[in-house]
């Protein structure tokens, strides 16, 4: 057997994870993928004076994991997963730029971040895909943006108004939080805030992830009602950016009365979580054992008078938006990404599911209140802006109808029915183990993998924000569209910068 079978959020020690041969290795992982599964996570964890590669595997139909590894030294090399497992071509790039560890054959090898490891800048200077030919043109924009957007640079290569490819180039922050996690392992509230941080927009998702993992890995059992909020604040963080998002792509085609109407409604959505735990993020809500606001009966009255209006005016806006033949113009059969293209590059979230892959962990590897509450996955098969505008329609609509559910079936508030008789500073969490993290965020698939090292401390953390998998989907999308209709396209997949510079 070169793999572990386990669940999401199942605690395996580091022995008990096979490590075959590199070739062997490489061909389990794309025969895995091959017969139909995922991979979710592949990286490096330096040990010793080697490194261990880690690859994540899915199989979303028996909500199963399988963990295999291998051993290779610094600067050592292997044939490249991606020819065919084209969703491993960003993993192996990083694992490139973090351990120089060449994949043999890649198609397309340059820093995903930084530049690569123990190799001299000059040689890794990064080189944009280039065209040439009568009236063949780029368009470089950013990474200094007008506002308050964060930095990334887009090269558009064009004829005429026709962009033949789009590159997106990415991390131009450095922020290091994989290893602030490390060095900071024994700060729990430090990690608590840190995890809020990974990306701005998605706290309640990465925050969530992250306790799991290390409750998971220190033994903690959470209590029924715990598992109820964190989903309810999951819920609302997923509404209220669907929200935005349809509120910015109205705007992005002047179609004013939906940019505006829909952002009000976001406006009382995230206002509900501050009602809740007085951040309207969700910022301070989710502690590693617990929460540290409950949901008295008086609150729950008042969330589900909120959600019941919201309910009725958002299908009224949602309604006057999707019928207007204006707005189906621009949306309809602008950047599609066929469902096989979807499934080949890795996307995950709505816009996988707007290209008709039904991919979403709250039904396919569930935990927390989703263990209670069966969830249904919803998707279409047009994978374009109509498509992936549409889905989050829908699954506003299905959101709140999963609050209201949970809000009924919460339990009486009570301060150790949140974890509050923890003591944090007591965590201990296994040595030598290994566990796995998935959330479905409001972007898709969130994916957290802690190892701790023999004292129980972390030694790694490997983040995946759903961002990770998009953002080549982004690239596609654009390709033989007019330059025009990039922001749209851009909207539609409303990606973050944050969560891909780790």
């Not at 969490?429 to 409001?442: I, Q």
């Not at 759903?466 to 982004?474: R, Y």
Request: hydrophobic content about 40%.
């Amino acid at each position: 057997m070169n793999w572990i079978e386990i669940k999401n959020l199942q605690t395996v020690p580091l022995s008990e994870i096979p490590r075959p041969g590199i070739d062997e290795f490489r061909n389990e992982v794309i025969q895995k993928v091959k017969s139909g599964n995922r991979l979710v996570q592949f990286f490096g964890n330096k040990n010793s004076d080697k490194i261990i590669l880690y690859a994540v595997i899915a199989d979303d139909d028996v909500a199963k994991l399988f963990v295999s590894s291998m051993e290779i030294f610094p600067g050592g090399a292997y044939n490249s997963i991606t020819p065919d497992v084209p969703s491993a071509h960003l993993f192996e790039r990083e694992i490139f730029e973090q351990y120089g560890i060449k994949p043999e054959g890649h198609p397309w090898l340059k820093p995903v971040r930084k530049g690569i490891a123990g190799i001299d800048k000059a040689e890794t200077q990064y080189e944009y895909f280039s065209m040439s030919g009568d009236e063949v043109h780029e368009v470089g924009v950013g990474p200094i943006h007008a506002g308050i957007i964060e930095p990334g640079h887009f090269r558009f290569s064009c004829h005429g108004e026709k962009v033949y490819h789009l590159e997106i180039k990415l991390g131009f922050q450095h922020r290091g939080v994989e290893d602030l996690f490390v060095r900071n392992n024994s700060r729990i509230v430090y990690l608590e805030k840190l995890a809020e941080s990974i990306a701005g927009d998605t706290v309640i998702g990465h925050a969530e992830t992250f306790a799991g993992a290390m409750e998971s890995l220190a033994g903690i059992s959470v209590p029924y009602q715990v598992k109820i909020i964190r989903a309810i604040a999951l819920e609302l963080e997923r509404i209220a950016i669907h929200l935005g998002d349809l509120s910015a792509l109205s705007g992005d085609i002047a179609y004013l009365t939906g940019n505006s109407v829909f952002g009000a409604l976001r406006t009382k959505v995230i206002n509900t979580t501050m009602a809740v735990c007085g951040n309207r993020f969700g910022r301070g809500l989710i502690k590693i054992g617990g929460v540290n606001f409950s949901i008295t009966q008086e609150l729950s009255d008042k969330i589900l008078e909120t959600l019941n209006k919201l309910d009725d005016e958002t299908v009224l806006a949602a309604e006057v938006l999707f019928s207007s033949a204006s707005v189906l113009e621009r949306f309809e059969k602008t950047g599609i990404v066929e469902t096989e293209v979807a499934k080949e590059i890795g996307m995950v979230g709505p816009a996988a599911r707007a290209s008709g892959v039904a991919i979403d962990i709250r039904s396919d590897h569930p935990s927390g209140a989703y263990e209670y509450f069966p969830h249904h996955k919803l998707t279409l098969s047009t994978g374009d802006v109509f498509a992936r505008a549409y889905i989050r329609f829908v699954e506003i609509q299905q959101s709140i109808k999963i609050i209201k559910e949970q809000l009924q079936n919460l339990p009486e508030t009570a301060a150790d029915k949140t974890g509050g008789g923890l003591n944090r500073k007591e965590i201990i969490l296994k040595p030598d183990s290994l566990v796995v993290s998935l959330t479905e965020g409001w972007r898709g698939e969130i994916a957290h993998v802690l190892l701790t090292d023999k004292s129980g401390k972390i030694e790694r953390i490997k983040i995946k924000d759903p961002s990770f998998n998009n953002w080549f989907g982004l690239t596609l999308a654009v390709r033989n569209e007019g330059i025009s209709d990039f922001p749209i396209c851009n909207k539609s997949f409303d990606l973050s910068y944050s969560g891909y510079d780790l």
